[in-house]
């Protein structure tokens, strides 16, 4: 058992951990990404078949009335690729502060009932406080480098996103 407690608690398996939600994360931006880059080729497209049938026709007024039609094809577009659902964005933006609260609420419920049962860290045998505080230690480092290797796993990427936009 405590073996197990040592393996999870490791800034290893943090740093694991951090790591696999960082590429979850990156898998996620990078459709985002294919989903821009695929609207933007289709745009290409259009715009390419129209301009060849004007060519063909050779009438100016149907010159304009293609550009036209691409521009409010590209407004439309442009409008469609912006429109979220306020609601969805809202709860998604509540669920990790509200399922954070009720977990430190919880952890903190849990620490005062154990104090009040046994007495506290005082009425521990020595061996064992020491193992309790290698459990801590060993959390704590696990916690810090899962939070790190997230951290910046989401940095790079929103970082990526800036300089694509700039260029785009």
């Known amino acids: 058992m405590e073996l197990i407690l040592e393996l999870l608690g490791s800034a290893g398996f943090g740093g694991l951990l951090g790591g696999v939600f960082g590429y979850l994360n990156k898998r996620e931006e990078n459709k985002v990404i294919d989903r821009k880059l695929s609207h933007e080729k289709d745009m290409l497209e259009a715009n390419t078949r ?93 916690l810090t480098a899962m939070a790190v290797g997230w951290y910046f796993a989401q940095r790079s990427s929103k970082q990526f996103d800036k300089l694509i936009d700039k260029w785009g």
């Not at 104090?115 to 309790?132: C, H, R, V, W, Y």
């Open 50 to 142: 129209s301009k060849i049938e004007l060519a063909d026709k050779g009438i100016e007024l149907e010159e304009i009335k293609g550009r036209v039609s691409v521009n409010k094809t590209e407004a439309l577009a442009f409008r469609a690729s912006q429109v979220t659902n306020e609601i969805g964005n809202t709860i998604k933006a509540c669920v990790r502060p509200i399922i954070l609260a009720v977990l430190m609420y919880m952890t903190w419920r849990l620490i005062i009932a154990l104090e009040q049962l046994t007495g506290g860290i005082i009425n521990m045998p020595s061996t064992d406080a020491f193992a309790l505080y290698k459990i801590v230690v060993l959390m704590v480092t696990s």
